[in-house]
């Protein structure tokens, strides 16, 4: 059985950046299942599983087009300090907050603190990385009505209602 529209992949994965460095991994943890066709996975590496099979071993490189997206500008914010009021003290450069925006809240991370300008990204952590994957396939099933239905995995790895 080969990786169609609607099976259910169970695969452990290793992702690195250009220069090698690792920056996330199921070793160690409990296999990645998700529902192929779905959104569930960047759609860049989807591409690359169609078609595999059980203990294919995958080197798949892929752009930030087909990954986490390009940086936008508009996502990254400077915001007056006086605006954060007395929490500006536990502010500081690297930390992740929920804004709260027009469009809901959007997770950001505080990127400079200078002049006081409290400067925030928006963008994903991955936006704009060259992403380097290698996914060794543990299982292939087809998936239920109702998985397809809600578009996620259930059961063990999945989704628990
Ligand atoms: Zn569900």
């Known amino acids: ?66 990954g986490y997206g390009v940086p936008v500008e508009a996502l990254v914010q400077k915001v007056p300090t006086e605006a954060f009021g007395d929490e500006i003290d ?6 992740r907050f929920q804004a709260e925006t027009e469009q809901g809240p959007v997770p950001v991370v505080v990127t400079a603190i200078e002049d006081g300008i409290v400067t925030v990204d928006g963008n994903h952590p991955l936006a704009g990385k060259e992403l380097h994957f290698t996914c060794s396939i543990a299982e292939i099933r087809e998936a239920s009505g109702e998985e397809i239905e809600h578009g996620h995995v259930h059961g063990p790895g999945g989704h628990q209602h």
Not at 90 to 95: L, N, S
């Open 1 to 66: 059985m080969a990786i169609k529209q609607n099976s259910v992949v169970t695969m452990h994965y290793e992702l690195k950046d250009a220069s090698g460095e690792v920056l996330d991994s199921s070793k160690g943890q409990e296999p990645l299942v998700y529902l192929h066709g779905a959104s569930n996975i960047i759609i860049g590496l989807e591409e690359q599983l169609e078609g595999k099979v059980v203990g294919d071993n995958i080197n798949a490189v892929v752009q930030p087009e087909k």
């Open 90 to 95: 536990q502010i500081e450069v690297g930390m």
